[in-house]
């Protein structure tokens, strides 16, 4: 077994130099800039967390765990063009840095790199790393509309959210631990298993996401808190708090969404988030879907012992105040 | 052997109706536009025709037949992003009609479809179609930018055209074949020979395409005549052009190349093509290179008779006048 620092070490040590130096370097530089970004790497981390756990060799799961993190960052490069975000990670995004058009042919280069660096495994593990990567790809572009999609639409249902949020962000995650589990050579019971306990964190993380954006603290979470309020985001605790709200408060809602005054706006609707209890059921919420991703990981057929360093991490996810 | 006709029959039979009918709509409807476009289908055609050169059963290349066109509709609709065009095939671009996120979008998911497509086939075809067409893919992306630099440069030689036209053209064509053979059992010198064939005849056709744009009948090429000297594009003819041209002359093209009156450029530019003898050395550039795709082509080892169907498309491709 090995702890996460060894198997991050392991990773950065194949992959921190520019592996898109190449010709022609206007396709490869906005690579370059995105992937050279400082990130906390937890995608290609649990794909080489899970390999370990079902004692895979950590090296044969190299080439997955880059392929993740492209895959990841070639979707990051897309959105931010799609969201006119002109920052990431301190950064001008790629196409702030490049242009729309080198962004755009950038991140296509990019996916076709990521099922490049894929299929670089042995032979009995191409297919169904193939498969469990191409039903995530799909699913996070069907997700990513879906979010497109509820910003013009006011009735979006929790489940819709949730089944949005599966997709656009969990699946990857989960993804993240069935290659791993593949390349470990587990039983497909334990890759449902344990592709479960990656979409139950993934789902838990994000909606602790919707929760810090309105309740962190701001030199923490690193923005401005308040984002998703002042932006109208149908999140988790939006939601709840819509459908918790009395008559009255239900007739003051629109008042305080239109409010001009941000600060106003943001203070009116967070104290409507917490005296309508749907802050209290949000946390309640990431906590189960916690309960459920531990309850996923216990289902694993290996010793408890080697289950610990992914039961901490999802610990150190959810305990997170930033 | 069967002929072109029930090749594309048994194509059309498979893939005619709307593959992509599903949910999120937002995100299925721009790629059905695309896909339902009338389009000649040259390359799902030129797999299976491949397949069956080598006794392939035709059946099993449909769905990598219909990844490359999935393939070639993604890189359609992100190029028209990019190029900023409103009209494809007579009908508004996907980006004009559903908007530019809804086309990076529907592009970013189609190109994950050819990539499931391309691995719906036996397991012993998967790893060696992975590989050509992932080699191939990035060449295109790889092409693309060198188009892109291409415009903003006064010096490109003909070789760097030519190679530019190899990656963002050609290859997809040598591809096609490629999977063909593949399926089809072929040998690895033949997949060479045949790969050959393909890259040459698309070297030909975009410089064929070339001469018609500045010297074919509007009626017939569907667009006005003369539409790449208007843009300064540095085709194959426009580079000859520069080169053959006499001091007198070469002094006289900066003049041409400023002129505002657009039909006065396009004559202007038109009669040094002719009288600098580029026209006639780009007509034997086309030939040559249908000349090599034919020797590719009989190189392959297959009875001459098995090869007909594939030599009479490369001929209707060198003789073309639209």
């Given amino acids: 077994m090995h702890s996460p620092d060894v198997l991050l070490h392991l990773y950065e040590e194949k992959f921190a130099k520019n592996n898109f130096y190449a010709n022609p370097t206007n396709l490869y530089k906005p690579v370059d800039h995105i992937m050279q970004m400082k990130g906390k790497k937890i995608r290609p981390l649990l794909v080489l967390m899970a390999c370990d756990l079902f004692g895979g060799k950590a090296e044969e799961a190299l080439n997955p765990a880059f392929s993740v993190e492209v895959f990841h960052n070639f979707s990051l490069v897309h959105d931010d063009i799609m969201d006119a975000s002109d920052i ?68 979006v249902a929790l489940e819709e959210y949730l089944k949005m949020v599966e997709f656009k962000t969990s699946v990857l995650l989960a993804c993240c631990v069935q290659l791993g589990a593949i390349v470990g050579k587990a039983s497909i019971e334990d890759q449902l298993a344990i592709y479960d306990f990656g979409l139950n964190l993934g789902l838990s993380f994000q ?32 939601i709840s708090t819509t459908q918790l709200c009395s008559a009255a408060q239900q007739a003051e809602l629109p008042r305080l969404i239109a409010e001009t005054d941000e600060q106003k706006k943001i203070d009116g609707i967070k104290v409507l988030m917490e005296v309508t209890g749907a802050k209290a059921a949000t946390e309640q919420k990431a906590e189960d879907l916690y309960q459920s991703a531990l309850a996923s990981l216990q289902k694993v057929n290996v010793p408890a012992e080697r289950k610990a360093y992914l039961a901490a991490i999802a610990e150190k996810i959810k305990n997170r105040d930033y």
Same sequence: chains 1, 2.
């Fill in 88 to 155: 990431r990670r301190g950064e001008p995004t790629v196409h702030k840095k490049f242009g729309t058009n080198a962004a755009i042919l950038a991140g296509d280069a990019m996916l076709a790199y990521a099922y490049q660096y894929l299929t670089n495994v042995p032979d009995e593990l191409l297919r169904p790393l193939l498969t469990a990567f191409n039903k995530t790809a799909i699913e996070i572009f069907e997700g990513q509309q879906m979010d497109v999609d509820f910003e013009t639409r006011n009735d």
């Fill in 207 to 238: 909606i602790k996401d919707d929760l810090l954006d309105a309740f962190g603290e701001a030199e923490k979470v690193g923005k401005r808190i308040g984002g998703d309020i002042l932006q109208n985001k149908k999140t988790y605790l939006f």
